[in-house]
């Protein structure tokens, strides 16, 4: 199967929310791929045991660390990765938040709310505001920002509203640069056993793999698209970059 997709070799990878579930499970396979990354979490001992994995592995790779909820912890981040002289070329806004499950979900708190956007909506906007107009400068980039699936539960409004907010953000702003090779996309790993999803949850962890990946290969300069990445599962990437550039 011929199929035109980016090179990551070499290129430099941010991916939030690094130090296990489905962040590390992207790492993990962008470092099996050539990459480097730049490993965000909340604290840098956090992501140590995925910084040694990744630099065995052959990536070179360096650690930030910001609290999401805290904006000016953001801006630190972004100081400090743009001291570094690093080259972002693609980032994944994996990173979120989900308050707790409200069964009397009209006594919701407000901080619900709050915090959910500040981790979930308000963070990646800031990153893609601080990388974009460079990718765009360049003429080369990839954002991948991860969404959810839930519907119908307001017992979890305050995730599910950020998560939407998140969803629009990034669909009106990829149409400045649809037709580029600066490309944002969505993707939603599905319910996955992690420490948000729970133990219930009927996907591995694992199944994200190679959909929630996708959105950093496809090279048909197309933006504003969903990748739900249950439906790539067990697929090559060859095969998952193939699928999703013939989905819209």
């Known amino acids: 199967m011929a199929v035109d997709m980016v090179e990551v070799k070499g290129k430099w990878v941010l991916v939030t929310g690094a130090s296990r579930g489905i962040g590390r499970q992207i790492e993990v396979f962008m470092a099996n791929h050539g990459a480097n990354l730049i490993l965000h979490s909340r604290k840098l001992e956090h992501t140590l045991p995925i910084y040694k994995e990744v630099t065995a592995i052959g990536s070179e790779a360096i650690q930030v660390e910001a609290e999401l909820s805290d904006i ?3 801006k630190e981040m972004l100081r400090k990765i743009d001291e570094s002289g690093i080259q972002v070329d693609i980032v994944f806004n994996d990173a979120a938040v989900q308050i707790a499950y409200r069964t009397e979900y ?13 981790i979930n909506t308000i963070a990646p906007a800031m990153i893609c505001y601080h990388f974009l107009p460079k990718m765009i400068e360049r003429g080369f980039g990839r954002i991948i920002n991860t969404t959810s699936g839930i519907k119908n539960e307001p017992e979890q409004a305050g995730y599910s509203a950020s998560k939407a907010a998140l969803d629009k953000f990034t669909t009106d702003l990829s149409s400045v640069i649809e037709g580029t090779d600066v490309m944002m996309n969505i993707t939603d790993p599905g319910w996955c056993r992690t420490d948000l999803g729970g133990p219930n949850a009927p996907n591995s962890v694992d199944s994200c793999i190679p959909g929630i990946v996708v959105g950093a290969f496809v090279d048909d300069k197309k933006s504003g698209r969903l990748f739900p990445a249950q439906s790539f599962t067990g697929l090559t990437l060859i095969e998952a970059v193939s699928k999703a550039e013939n989905m819209y």
């Open 72 to 74: 000016d912890s953001v």
């Open 106 to 118: 009209f006594k919701t708190p407000v901080e619900d709310f709050t915090q959910s956007f500040l």
